[in-house]
C-alpha cells in the first residue's frame, strides 16, 4: 500500500467517482445484471409469473393394481397389471406412452449402440473385448437376454391393444381418442431377466451362501408424463437421467420365496398372514420404542440364508401406496429388519423408520439407518413440509453408491468382513441414507422431471443432505456443499463443463454438476447473497406450492424471487446458464489520508517521513565517519540551518490552523479531526462470475473488521472495479472471501499484501501407497456388538 494525503474535500471527490465507468461503446458488462426474460417461458394460466402454479394448472394421473412374482432360481420378473389412466389435460389423446426403461439393457437397444470405447493398444482381456463389443457393460451375462418381454396389451374387456416400441419407450394406439376428463383402463402382461445391480435396480449375489439381495425398480410398464410444458414426454432412458412420472395410487401384490422378508414402497396389507407371530410381537412393539426394534433378528436371518428346506413355497406380500409417482420393493432371505414407529414432527403423526439389511451390512447398519431415517424426515421437513407418507424405509444394497423410489431408497455402506469399518465408511453410508430417503421431498412429492433437469432433484436434494448432515453431527466430514468444495470442479477446461440447465443424460460429470454445484450455489445464496431468513422463507414456499405438483426451472427460479424480493436472474445466469468459474483478484490497495493542516499533526508525520528517506544504504555506512566532517571538526562552518528545525511548530503555524478551523463547518471539522484513513482497492473479476465482495480488513493493532459489498458492484463493470473504503485504524493487511464464501478458484490473489502459501508434497517407497488397515483395525478395537437382539 502507498500512502497519499490529500486535502479531504479533494478526498470526498475521490470517493464518489472511485466506481470506474465503462467508456467502450462494444460494452455488455451490463448484460449480466439484465432480467432473464425471454430466457424463461412465458408465465401463463397454468404456470404464473411469480413462481406459482396458476389457476388452471392440471396433471395427468394413473393408477395401478399389479400382481407380480419374482423367480429367484431364473432371477426373473413375471407381472401383469391393470392401468387407470385418467386425462386431466384440456387435450384429447390419440394414443398413450409407457416407459419400458429395462430395454435400456437389450442387445440391440439404444443404451448399447450409445455406448463408446476405445482399443487399449497395449493390451485387454477377453472379458473388456467382449464387453466392448456387446456395449453393454460388464454386469450383463451376454447369455443372457434382458428387456422387456411384452405378452399382452389388452383393453379391460380383454381385447388386444395395437402398440409400438420405439426402445424405451411404447406407444399404444387408442380405439378411440381419449377425450378431457376421461379415463381409461387397460392391461399388459410382461416379464424380464433381471441384470446384476446397476446402481438403480437389480440384484446382488453372496457366493459365500450362494444367496441374492434384490432390488426392483423400474419393474413395470409405466405412464410417461403429459403436460402442459413438453406435451408426452418421451425422452428415451439411456442410464444417466432418471425418471419422469405421474402421480396416482398402487395396489401391488409381490410373490417371492416363502423364506425371503420384503419391503416396499407404501404399507403392507397382510402382515397378518406374512410374518411369523413372534415378528408381528415385535412390530407391535416397535409402535411405541424410542428406539429401533428388530423384527428379524441376525441369527434367524442367518438361518434362513442355510436354506435347510429347499422346498419353502411361495408367500404373496400386498402392498397398498397412494399419491405417489412410482414404486419399488426388496426381496431377500438375508435381510435383518429393524424398525420404529416415530413421532418426527411432535404431532402426533407417527411415521414408519424402517432398514433392511444383511448380515454384511452390520454393526454400521443396525446402529445408524433407521435412527438416520428418522433424522432425514424431521431435518428436511422442518425446511420444506411435513413429511406425508406413513412409512420411510432404507434397503441396504452393495458397498457403496444409492437410489431413491417413493417411502423406499436402496443405499450402500459396507463395513470390512471382520465388522470393523473406516471413518469414511461410516459417514459415507449415512450420508447416502440422508439422500436417498431425502429424495422423498425431491423429487418424490416435489415431481421434477428427472430425465431433463436432474439438478431440480439432485442438487436441491445434495444442498438439504448437506445441511441435514451438519444437524446430525456439527464436524460431520461433508463432501458437498460448502464452496471451498466446487473450485476444482469450476476451474477446469470449459470444453469439458456443461452448464447446470443441460438435459441430464448430456451432462459431462454427472456428479459435480448436477450435485455439487447447485447445492454450492444454494448454500452460497442461504449464507452470502440472500440471508438465511430469506433463503429459508422462499425455500419453504417453493416447496410447500409445490408439492405433489411437477415444477421447472423457471417455477423455481421465480419463486425463490417471488417469495424473498431478491432479484436473482444475475445469478441464476452466471451459475445455472454459465460455466465461468469465480476468481476475484485483489490488485492493489492505495491509502490516502487526509492532509488536516493541523501543523502538530502534519510536521510531525513529515518529520517521520523524511527521516525514514535518510535512511539510504550510504547514510547507513557513512554514519561511522559522521565526525571527521569539515562541520564537524570547525564549528564556524556551522550558521542557523545547522540548528533549523523546519518540523518545530510555530505560533504562525497555528494562527493559520486557526483560522483553517474557523471555516468549517461542525461536520467538516469533525472529520478533519478524526484522521480517518481512506483505501481504494483495485478488484479485478478475472473469473468471469461476478459474485458478492468479502473484504476482511486487519488492523495494525490485531483487530479486524468484515465488509461485504452486493454483487451488484460489478453492475457498470463487470472486469474490475474501485472501491474506496475508510477506517479511523490502519489497515495491514487485506483478505478477500477470507470465510471461503463465494467458491473462488484462485485464493492466492485474495491478499494485499500477497500472502504467500507453501505447497506440501511427500516423499515415500512405492510400498507405501498399499492400502492401510483401517483406523479400528489399526487400534484393534472392536467393531461393536454385531447382529443385535429384539430391544424392548
Known amino acids: 500500500m502507498k500512502q497519499l494525503f490529500l486535502p479531504f474535500l479533494l478526498l470526498l471527490s475521490l470517493a464518489v467517482n472511485a466506481q470506474q465507468f465503462p467508456t467502450s461503446p462494444n460494452y455488455k458488462a451490463n448484460d449480466r445484471f ?18 406459482a402454479p396458476g389457476k388452471e394448472y392440471w396433471q395427468m394421473r394413473a393408477d395401478y393394481d399389479i400382481k407380480v412374482e419374482l423367480d429367484d432360481e431364473k432371477r426373473r420378473i413375471i407381472g401383469s397389471e391393470s392401468i387407470t389412466f385418467y386425462n386431466n389435460s384440456p387435450d384429447e389423446l390419440k394414443y398413450i406412452w409407457l416407459q419400458l426403461e429395462q430395454n435400456l439393457f437389450k442387445k440391440d437397444g439404444i443404451g448399447a449402440t450409445s455406448r463408446t470405447g476405445s482399443i487399449n493398444e497395449k493390451g485387454m482381456s477377453t472379458g473388456q473385448l467382449q464387453n466392448l463389443n456387446n456395449g453393454r457393460g460388464s454386469s450383463l451375462d451376454p447369455k443372457v437376454e434382458y428387456g422387456y418381454e411384452i405378452q399382452k396389451v389388452k383393453d379391460k374387456t380383454g381385447n388386444a391393444l395395437p402398440f409400438t416400441i420405439n426402445n424405451t419407450m411404447m406407444r399404444i394406439d387408442l380405439p378411440t381418442p381419449l377425450k378431457p376428463g376421461a379415463s381409461i383402463v387397460f392391461g399388459v402382461e410382461w416379464a424380464y431377466n433381471i441384470t446384476e445391480y446397476y446402481g438403480r435396480s437389480g440384484y446382488e449375489f453372496f457366493p459365500k451362501d450362494g444367496n441374492s439381495n434384490y432390488f426392483i425398480a423400474h419393474w413395470f410398464p409405466r405412464l410417461a408424463p403429459y403436460d402442459d410444458v413438453n406435451g408426452w414426454n418421451h425422452k428415451q432412458f439411456l442410464g444417466q437421467g432418471e425418471f419422469a412420472l405421474i402421480f396416482g395410487n398402487y395396489k401391488v401384490a409381490i410373490t417371492t420365496p416363502a423364506d425371503h422378508i420384503v419391503a416396499a414402497s407404501g404399507e403392507c396389507q397382510n402382515y397378518a398372514t406374512v410374518l411369523t407371530a413372534t415378528q408381528k410381537q415385535r412390530l407391535k412393539q416397535a409402535e411405541t420404542s424410542k428406539t429401533p426394534v428388530i423384527i428379524v433378528t441376525q441369527a434367524e436371518a442367518e438361518k434362513a440364508e442355510k436354506r435347510e428346506n429347499k422346498s419353502v413355497g411361495k408367500k404373496t406380500w400386498i402392498y397398498k401406496a397412494d399419491n405417489v409417482r412410482d414404486f419399488a420393493f426388496s426381496s431377500s432371505r438375508k435381510f435383518i429388519w429393524d424398525a420404529m414407529q416415530s413421532d418426527v414432527y411432535k404431532n402426533g403423526k407417527k411415521i414408519w423408520c424402517m432398514s433392511f439389511y444383511p448380515k454384511e451390512g452390520n454393526p ?34 452393495t458397498s457403496g453408491g444409492g437410489m431413491e423410489y417413493p417411502m423406499i431408497s436402496f443405499n450402500g455402506g459396507r ?60 464436524n ?31 451432462v459431462i460429470g454427472l456428479g459435480p454438476n448436477a450435485y455439487a454445484k447447485p447445492a454450492t450455489a ?56 454459465g460455466v465461468e ?10 491509502w490516502f489520508s487526509i492532509d488536516t493542516q493541523n501543523p502538530v499533526i502534519e510536521k510531525e508525520i513529515a518529520r517521520k517521513d523524511a527521516a525514514a528517506k535518510a535512511k539510504t544504504i550510504s547514510k547507513i555506512r557513512d554514519a561511522a565517519d559522521k565526525s571527521k566532517t569539515v562541520v564537524a571538526q570547525d564549528s564556524t562552518m556551522a550558521d542557523f540551518y545547522n540548528s533549523y528545525d523546519p518540523y518545530k511548530v510555530t505560533d504562525s503555524d497555528k494562527q493559520k490552523y486557526e483560522q483553517y478551523l474557523a471555516t468549517l463547518s461542525p461536520g467538516e471539522k469533525e472529520l478533519v479531526q478524526k484522521n480517518t484513513n481512506f483505501y481504494t482497492l483495485s ?52 483478505t478477500l472471501d477470507p470465510y471461503y464464501q463465494i467458491a473462488d478458484i484462485d485464493t492466492e490473489n485474495n491478499s494485499y499484501p500477497r500472502v504467500a502459501k507453501p505447497t506440501r508434497f511427500q516423499i515415500f517407497k512405492q510400498s507405501q501407497m498399499r492400502r492401510q488397515p483401517n483406523p ?10 454385531v447382529g443385535g437382539e429384539p430391544k424392548n
Request: aromatic residues 14%.
Open 522 to 577: 444454494l448454500n452460497i445464496l442461504r449464507e452470502t447473497v440472500m440471508g438465511r431468513e430469506q433463503f429459508d422463507h422462499a425455500f419453504k414456499e417453493y416447496a410447500t406450492r409445490w408439492r405433489f405438483k411437477s415444477p421447472t426451472p423457471s417455477d423455481f427460479f421465480r419463486t425463490m424471487e417471488d417469495a424473498s424480493g431478491v432479484d436473482l436472474d444475475w445469478f441464476w445466469k452466471g451459475w445455472f446458464y
Open 415 to 474: 463395513p470390512e468382513e471382520d465388522g470393523t469399518y473406516s471413518e469414511q465408511t461410516k459417514y459415507g453410508m449415512i450420508g447416502v441414507i440422508i439422500h436417498e430417503v431425502g429424495h422423498n421431498f425431491f423429487p418424490m412429492i416435489v415431481n421434477t422431471d428427472e430425465r431433463q433437469w436432474a439438478w431440480m432433484d439432485e442438487g436441491l436434494n445434495t444442498f438439504c443432505q448437506y445441511l441435514a448432515e451438519k444437524e446430525w453431527d456439527f
Open 776 to 785: 479400528m483395525q489399526q487400534q484393534g478395537a472392536g467393531a461393536g456388538k
Open 476 to 506: 460431520y466430514p461433508s463432501r458437498r456443499g460448502e464452496p471451498m468444495f466446487i473450485t476444482d470442479y469450476m476451474s477446469s477446461d470449459k470444453s469439458v463443463l456443461s452448464p447446470i440447465m443441460s438435459s441430464a443424460e448430456n
Open 364 to 397: 454400521l447398519w443396525e446402529q445408524y439407518s433407521t435412527r438416520a431415517v428418522a433424522h432425514t424426515l424431521k431435518s428436511y421437513g422442518n425446511r420444506t413440509f411435513e413429511y406425508p407418507y406413513p412409512v420411510a424405509i432404507s434397503c441396504h444394497s
Open 581 to 590: 468459474p469465480v476468481d476475484q483478484d485483489l490488485v492493489s490497495v492505495n
Open 683 to 734: 478488484i479485478k473479476n478475472k473469473g468471469g462470475l461476478p459474485m458478492p465482495v468479502i473484504v476482511k480488513m486487519g488492523f495494525e493493532d490485531g483487530t479486524d473488521s468484515l465488509v461485504t459489498f452486493p454483487a451488484e458492484i460489478w453492475r457498470f463493470n463487470d472486469q474490475q472495479i474501485s472501491k474506496v473504503l475508510s477506517t479511523s485504524k490502519k489497515v495491514v493487511q487485506w
Open 34 to 51: 439484465e432480467q432473464l426474460g425471454t430466457v424463461l417461458p412465458t408465465p401463463n394460466t397454468y404456470r404464473t409469473a411469480s413462481g
